[in-house]
Each structure stands twice: as C-alpha cells, then as structure tokens.
C-alpha cells in the first residue's frame, strides 16, 4: 500500500509551510527559508512553485492575492494540522537520539 502524500515532509517542504504561518508571495519564500536556516536550507524556484502547486492542489495552503505573475499564499487549517504533525514528528525523533546517547 503507497504510504499517504506528505505522511512525512522533507526539510524544503517543512520550511514553505512554516513561513506560510503569514501570508506571503512565493518570492519572499525564496528569500525567507535560507534566513531561518542560517542558510543550511535552500529551496530553487522550480522546486517551490512545484510545492505550491502540490500544497494548494491538496488544500494545505490557499492563494490569498494574484497581482499578475505574483501569488501569495496562507496556510490552510490542515496545512497547520500537517506542520504541527511534522513537528512532533521531529521531536520524537530528537527525543530519542537523546534518549539513547
């Protein structure tokens, strides 16, 4: 059986849907997800409006504004719900790596 869509999310997909905790236009993810990362984490154009597309395609996110070519988009109720499931997800993890070193 095919695990579900986005059952676990990659880095470059935690980080879109984190900063779209605010509105925002795809551009500013661009810029916004090497910031919070201390530049550990970048994410292409193509590779963000593919997650975009894959984002509003399964309602984790909505387009808020179209002004010609620039969108900006907002996280949804389940794109939260999703985003705080990766999170405990990760620390889990964390937990027991402490655990056991």
């Given amino acids: 059986m095919p695990r ?3 059952h676990t999310l990659t880095e470059q997909m935690f980080y879109v849907l984190l900063c779209l905790k605010e509105e925002c236009y795809g551009m500013d993810i661009l810029d916004k997800v090497p910031a919070m990362t201390n530049r550990r984490v970048n994410v292409g154009s193509g590779t963000l409006y593919n997650l975009l597309e894959q984002f509003l395609e399964a ?5 808020t504004k179209v002004e010609g ?3 900006s988009y907002i996280l949804t109720q389940k794109g939260r719900d999703r985003l705080e499931a990766e999170y405990r997800r990760i620390c889990a993890q964390a937990e027991d790596y402490r655990r056991l070193f």
């Fill in 4 to 6: 579900e869509k986005f």
């Fill in 59 to 63: 309602k984790m996110i909505e387009e």
């Fill in 69 to 71: 070519r620039r969108r």
